[in-house]
T-cell receptor
Framework: QKEVEQNSGPLSVPEGAIASLNCTYS??????FFWYRQYSGKSPELIMS????GDKEDGRFTAQLNKASQYVSLLIRDSQPSDSATYLC???????????FGTGTSLTVIP | SAVISQKPSRDICQRGTSLTIQCQVD?????MFWYRQQPGQSLTLIAT?????????ESGFVIDKFPISRPNLTFSTLTVSNMSPEDSSIYLC????????????FGAGSRLTVL
């Protein structure tokens, strides 16, 4: 919906590795981007938001935004089995404040 | 962050019936949204629930099928009308909080199964 694309995966990484999740969007006017995590049977929960080009770090998570390339990514360092979930990329519309989500990437961290 | 209560949490419905989902927030919020998450799928925005006026629907969703009420800044309802098995889904209420940064928070969802 509203053209937020993600690699649906599934993505599997060994415990302790870096997981890299990618997202592209088509609306060049988009300014605000978000990564949500959704465990099976649960509601999505916010991991990070990013508004400016470059990197934003929060603990083991780093979000990267490149507006020129219309690309957002999430890196998870030292991946843990508890990180196994579906990761949803979202953008906020310029007008109306609606949030549009990508298709999600399923991540499995193998112990 | 806001605490969102949704009910029912789940229900099994018969084809052709309608069901109303309620969403209660513990604080006043400007923006409330309704999403649908079909099995194995991502979140699809149904509509923005506007306080005191008609909801704003996304492409592919219509008021006759998904009437929405928003009588105040803490409460909204979504009705799924004349249900068919294709309406079997999780319906999620969400609010946008503007405490420094815009954040979308979700309720626990209402899982509907239509037989």
């Amino acid at each position: 919906q509203k053209e937020v694309e993600q690699n649906s995966g599934p993505l599997s990484v060994p415990e302790g590795a870096i997981a890299s999740l990618n997202c592209t969007y088509s609306d060049r006017g988009s300014q605000s981007f978000f990564w949500y995590r959704q465990y099976s049977g649960k509601s999505p929960e916010l991991i990070m938001s990013i508004y400016s080009n470059g990197d934003k770090e929060d603990g083991r998570f780093t979000a990267q935004l490149n507006k020129a390339s219309q690309y957002v990514s999430l890196l998870i360092r030292d991946s843990q089995p508890s990180d196994s979930a579906t990761y949803l990329c979202a953008r906020e519309a310029n007008t109306g404040n609606q949030f549009y989500f990508g298709t999600g990437t399923s991540l499995t961290v193998i112990p | 962050s806001a605490v969102i209560s949704q009910k029912p949490s789940r229900d099994i419905c018969q084809r052709g019936t309608s069901l109303t989902i309620q969403c209660q927030v513990d604080s006043q919020v400007t923006m409330m949204f309704w999403y649908r998450q079909q099995p194995g799928q991502s979140l699809t925005l149904i509509a923005t629930a506007n306080q005191g006026s008609e909801a704003t629907y996304e492409s592919g969703f219509v008021i006759d099928k998904f009437p929405i009420s928003r009588p105040n800044l803490t409460f909204s309802t979504l009705t799924v009308s004349n249900m068919s098995p294709e309406d079997s889904s999780i319906y999620l209420c969400s609010v946008e909080e503007r405490s420094g940064a815009n954040v979308l928070t979700f309720g626990a969802g209402s899982r509907l199964t239509v037989l």
